[in-house]
Structures are given as structure tokens and as C-alpha cells.
């Protein structure tokens, strides 16, 4: 298991955080997703031979949020 922390854009509330965890636990590999509103940091724990960090930064990009780091 490897562990990543991104700094997402755009987050704001509740429903936000919802958005990025459900996307991110729905990618096979995924263990654990812990969103960091105030901070804009989402820590993703993750299989890293069943999931990339791109495909992590991409199912984020895909709900809306603007990965930066």
C-alpha cells in the first residue's frame, strides 16, 4: 500500500468532500480516502498495482475539482 496526499481545488462543503471520496473509493485499489476541507488535502491510501496516482487525479478532475499537487 502506498499513501498520496493531493491538494485539490474548488472544494467547499460537505457535499464537495462526498464528491471526491465517493469518486476516489469507487476506483478498484483504493483503501481508504481522508478529504481535508479546510486545507484542500485529500490523503488517498491505494494499491499501487491496481491504481495510479493519475487515475486518483483524474476521477477528481472528473467531479469538477482542480488537482494541483
Known amino acids: 500500500m502506498k499513501e498520496v496526499t493531493l491538494t485539490v481545488q474548488g472544494m467547499s462543503c460537505g457535499h ?8 476516489l473509493n469507487e476506483l ?3 483503501s481508504g480516502v481522508n478529504v481535508n476541507l479546510g486545507e484542500g488535502k485529500v490523503d ?10 493519475d487515475q ?6 472528473e467531479q ?3 488537482v494541483v499537487a
Open 44 to 53: 488517498v491510501k491505494y494499491d499501487d498495482s491496481k491504481v495510479s496516482v
Open 56 to 61: 486518483l487525479k483524474e476521477a477528481i478532475d
Open 16 to 23: 464537495c468532500v462526498s464528491s471526491v471520496e465517493g469518486a
Open 64 to 66: 469538477g475539482y482542480d
Open 28 to 30: 478498484d485499489g483504493v
